[in-house]
């Protein structure tokens, strides 16, 4: 992990980060070859590793000989490393939720995760469905957070806020506290940090005897509830307009800076970003042209009209919360593909989503149509 080893001084008080992954055959056939080809395109943007491309740093955990042997062919054409556990004994092909393979990675994980906190690192623990657009690691160091989640849904979320610590006067319901996805996690390489993804792995293991279905996002946020409060750890949940998701609605979350201010609007769902063509995202929702918090994009954002449908979009200060193409976009950091089917379907989307960075066209990167289709039918029906 050394050698791969990001130096954040320019950063951080502490000295390195390491970027892991794992994959089993049918991930590095499919997804593997997409995330690190979106890796290879992005540069670190400062310190002693500027201008170096991701790729160089990640470590790719393979589990097979066979495995081992497709990373290995892999650094053809990428500069990645590749380390294998012989220990972990998982299925092969795409995993089915809770099925034995699918079960087998979250001990797995969280192994990898201790084991670059021991070696003295911060962790930044990424999935192989991703397909990263800019250098995350400013934001992942630039915000005061021990640990990062990333949100399962889109919610109008305030990044600054630790779900351990809401202040008393924002009296937000804990129900309406984000769902966390484990595919992005970061940890800050402490003590304190390292305790808890300890007790996240010892929680997992002590109720594998009585709990056959044993799923590491859920007890995630279980552990992490009590052991950062204990620990008065900042756990923060990373902003889903800059960290998108496939589960989103239609071509990504959106809302604007004003909504993530306003308490009574913390934990409300947002729309989405608009379909253009046929089911089809533009440049400009992963460009999120106009900035953020510009006069310019402030203004698009107010004159947005909601849909005749709209009676859960949401409002703020003049400003619209809903569906519109623009309103509260900005600049992709990544994109996750989980909610998007086998890990051959998952990579045609991730395919998509290259070609139309790379084109500067729209693509097709999710399969989540269908309230909108709904919306088609019905209105043709009258």
């Not at 970027?19 to 400062?46: C, D, W, Y």
């Not at 929680?203 to 009590?226: H, N, P």
Request: hydrophobic share 40%; with cysteine; charged share 20%.
């Amino acid at each position: 992990m050394a050698t791969a080893s990001i130096d954040i001084r320019h950063l951080s008080c502490r000295k390195s980060l390491v970027l892991l992954g794992m994959a089993n055959e049918e991930a590095l056939n499919h997804t593997v070859p997409l995330f690190l080809t979106s890796l290879s395109r992005v540069k670190i943007t400062g310190g002693r590793h500027r201008g170096r491309s991701l790729d160089q740093h990640l470590v790719l955990v393979a589990w097979s000989e066979a495995a081992m042997a497709a990373c290995k062919a892999l650094n053809s054409n990428f500069r990645h490393k590749c380390v294998r556990d012989a220990e972990h004994q998982a299925a092969t092909g795409s995993f089915g939720f809770h099925s034995e393979g699918f079960n087998a990675l979250g001990f797995a994980k969280i192994k990898y995760i201790l084991n670059g906190l021991s070696a003295g690192h911060d962790v930044v623990f990424l999935d192989t469905d991703i397909i990263v657009l800019q250098d995350p690691l400013p934001y992942f160091l630039g915000r005061g957070a021990d640990m990062w989640a990333a949100q399962e849904k889109c919610l109008v979320w305030n990044d600054t806020l630790s779900l351990v610590a809401i202040p008393k006067e924002l009296d937000i319901d804990q129900k309406k506290l984000p769902p966390l996805n484990i595919g992005v996690l970061y940890f800050k390489g402490t003590p304190g940090v390292t305790r808890c993804v300890y007790s996240w792995m010892s929680d997992m293991y002590f109720q594998v005897e009585y709990r056959s279905l044993v799923w590491d996002q859920d007890i995630y946020g279980k552990i992490m509830t009590r052991c950062a409060r204990q620990s008065h750890l900042r756990w923060q949940v990373l902003d889903p307009r800059l960290f998108q998701s496939a589960c989103f609605p239609k071509c990504g979350c959106s809302f604007t800076d004003a909504a993530a201010q306003e308490p009574h609007m913390l934990g409300q769902s947002s729309k989405g970003l608009s379909f253009v063509g046929d089911y089809e995202c533009e440049p400009q929702h992963w460009l999120g042209e106009g900035g953020e918090g510009t006069e310019a994009w402030n203004k698009a954002a107010d004159t947005v009209e909601q849909e005749e449908d709209g009676k859960d979009a949401l409002a703020v200060g003049g400003q619209a919360i809903g569906e519109g193409s623009y309103t509260g976009s900005q600049p992709w950091l990544l994109r996750h593909f989980p909610c998007s089917g086998a890990t051959a379907t998952k990579a045609k989307f991730m395919t998509n989503l290259l070609e139309g960075v790379v084109n500067h066209t729209n693509a097709k990167i999710t399969r989540n149509v269908k309230r909108r289709r709904l919306r088609e039918r019905t209105l043709a029906q009258h």
